[in-house]
């Protein structure tokens, strides 16, 4: 009997001690569980707020412009490696600032053209946009001095002038509000900035080899002038509404959607064109295969021209939702495109290993 009672005793504090525990469990767990999916917000919002189409677009133009000063497998090395890395790194957290930027100082639009912005949607205070944006700028500029490498600096300095030029709302600034400004503002950066300066960066600083523009990069930067000509009008597409409203004056609000629409199919076919006009003449089977795309991509291209000339039901948010397409993926098919060309057109040096 004593030791039935005192088991009973033993079960009865161990129940206790159970459930004084069990709560404090539960909410430790809830607690964990609480901080998961506010981390996870914080992130979601960090993603959108750093506009992931430019993101890519930026990776995949540095990359390809930065193979081609290489000739041969022999230029892969820790050196270079590391050289390419403080130019992506850098490039990375300059776009950040640059699009950043322009959500702080477009909010109230935003909350007409893009309300699921973090900023204009509240999910990041002003304040975090701040923190943020100078963050990503001291980071980008103190990679830059790091390297010691002038074209990175000078690319990067212009980035930051002409990004800031075309979003703070000062005067004689605010120059997205001029088709002129805010498409060169776009094409010096996309298509000059990119090409030459991170070109010169690597065969120059990285490779050690005097700057000598080669047949492929100045393809890309011809290439690239009309396509980020294409990609400064397209963007201004889908936000007729916010920008007539605030009285940004682009081409889009000036001339109406399906205009610009319609002359931004145009460009793209031209370059495409021009692009397989230069390569015509080729023997190269690779060539012959880029120049191939580049025609299927052209002829895709007329297509959607001829419909759209001719079929105008339900154009506005057909052209609405191509335009944000084409925004959205401008960078992944036009430098693998380029870099292509350039493997198939680069004399590769006696003894050496080919690139390709």
């Not at 005793?9 to 909410?27: E, G, K």
């Not at 701040?130 to 001291?138: E, G, I, S």
């Not at 409203?245 to 495409?272: E, N, P, W």
């Not at 154009?315 to 191509?322: D, H, K, Y």
């Amino acid at each position: 009997m004593r030791t039935t009672g005192r088991q009973c005793r033993h079960s009865l504090i161990q129940f206790r001690c159970s459930a004084a525990t069990h709560p404090q469990h539960d909410f430790n767990i809830n607690q964990f569980e609480e901080i998961g999916i506010e981390l996870t917000k914080k992130l979601r919002s960090f993603y959108w707020f750093c506009r992931p189409h430019t993101i890519i677009g930026t990776i995949l133009g540095i990359t390809s412009v930065s193979l081609l000063p290489m000739k041969s497998l022999d230029d892969l090395s820790v050196t270079v490696l590391w050289g390419f890395l403080e130019a992506l790194a850098s490039a990375l957290c300059m776009n950040i600032y640059v699009v950043g930027l322009n959500q702080l100082f477009d909010i109230e639009i935003d909350k007409v053209n893009k309300p699921t912005l973090p900023l204009a949607s509240g999910e990041f205070s002003v304040a975090t946009g701040v923190l943020l944006v100078v963050a990503f700028l001291v980071m980008s500029i103190s990679i830059g001095i790091r390297s010691k490498s002038a074209p990175l600096m000078c690319a990067l300095l212009v980035s930051f002038l002409l990004g800031s030029a075309y979003s703070i709302d000062v005067p004689l600034l605010r120059w997205k509000r001029h088709p002129f400004l805010a498409a060169s503002c776009i094409l010096v950066v996309r298509a000059i900035l990119v090409q030459l300066a991170f070109f010169t960066h690597m065969q120059q600083h990285v490779l050690k080899r005097p700057f000598t523009p080669t047949r492929s990069v100045v393809f890309a930067t011809l290439f690239m002038c009309c396509f980020s000509a294409v990609i400064a009008l397209f963007k201004d597409i889908p936000d007729v509404d916010g920008d007539g409203d605030f009285g940004i004056k682009s081409l889009s609000v000036q001339l109406g959607q399906h205009r610009v629409y319609r002359l931004c199919i145009s460009m793209l076919m031209t370059a495409y064109t021009a692009a397989i006009l230069v390569g015509a003449s080729t023997t190269n089977l690779y060539q012959k295969i880029a120049i191939s795309t580049k025609l299927f991509r052209c002829l895709a291209m007329a297509c959607l021209h001829l419909c759209f000339g001719r079929e105008h039901n339900n154009w506005t948010s057909q052209i609405r939702l191509a335009s944000q397409n084409f925004t959205c993926s401008s960078g992944s098919y036009s430098t693998p495109s380029i870099y292509l060309y350039h493997l198939c057109s680069n004399k590769v040096m006696p003894g050496k290993t080919p690139l390709v």
